[in-house]
């Protein structure tokens, strides 16, 4: 029996998903995720671009985010719980993650420290269907899941129902 999984670090925000979504990026990205959101990443709630991940959210309002931290791939994962639920993997050479909305300005956004390197990240989206008639309230919520990974292709691990 393996030993159960135990987080390096975790974080709990309250971010502004301005056009609907939330980035992630390294304090040295330079790129933008402007020409990445084409249909498909609106289909799939995320898109990419170096050192950038952009997640798409089901609310343009403030959503619940959290941030773990981990030595290793999750091994023992729930994926019952979730609506979708993707991988992709990002650099991270500067050593710091800023987490912020698109509309955020960057000196002041909150920042993770992480060793420098490539991680992979799975990204888990919980209660997309229980927005409010007039897309503000809801319980959607969204958690990230980072380790040290080489690169790999985006992979979507479970699919939500497309509207």
């Given at each position: 029996?393996?030993?159960?999984?135990?987080?390096?670090?975790?974080?709990?925000?309250?971010?502004?998903?301005?056009?609907?979504q939330?980035h992630?990026?390294?304090?040295?990205a330079?790129?933008?995720?402007?020409?990445?959101?084409?249909?498909?990443?609106?289909?799939?709630?995320?898109?990419?671009?170096?050192?950038?991940?952009?997640?798409?959210?089901?609310?343009?309002?403030?959503?619940?985010?959290?941030?773990?931290?981990?030595?290793?791939?999750?091994?023992?994962?729930?994926?019952?719980d979730?609506d979708?639920?993707i991988?992709?993997?990002?650099?991270?050479?500067?050593?710091?993650?800023?987490?912020?909305?698109?509309?955020?300005?960057?000196?002041?956004?909150?920042?993770?420290?992480?060793?420098?390197?490539?991680?992979?990240?799975?990204?888990y989206?919980?209660?997309?269907?229980?927005?409010?008639?007039?897309?503000?309230?809801?319980?959607?919520?969204?958690?990230?899941?980072?380790?040290?990974?080489?690169?790999?292709?985006?992979?979507?691990?479970?699919?939500?129902?497309?509207?």
């Open positions: 029996m393996n030993p159960p999984e135990t987080p390096q670090s975790s974080y709990e925000f309250e971010i502004f998903a301005d056009y609907y939330i992630l990026q390294d304090e040295a330079e790129g933008n995720l402007f020409t990445s959101w084409n249909k498909e990443a609106i289909d799939n709630l995320f898109a990419i671009a170096p050192g950038i991940i952009g997640i798409g959210t089901v609310r343009n309002s403030d959503v619940p985010l959290k941030v773990i931290i981990t030595k290793s791939r999750p091994l023992h994962d729930n994926f019952v979730w979708h639920i991988e992709v993997s990002m650099q991270v050479p500067s050593g710091k993650i800023i987490i912020a909305s698109p509309s955020d300005y960057l000196p002041d956004a909150v920042r993770i420290l992480v060793e420098p390197g490539t991680y992979r990240a799975r990204i989206y919980g209660k997309l269907e229980s927005i409010s008639e007039d897309g503000l309230e809801g319980d959607d919520h969204y958690q990230v899941v980072l380790w040290p990974e080489a690169y790999k292709s985006p992979d979507i691990l479970k699919q939500r129902r497309v509207p």
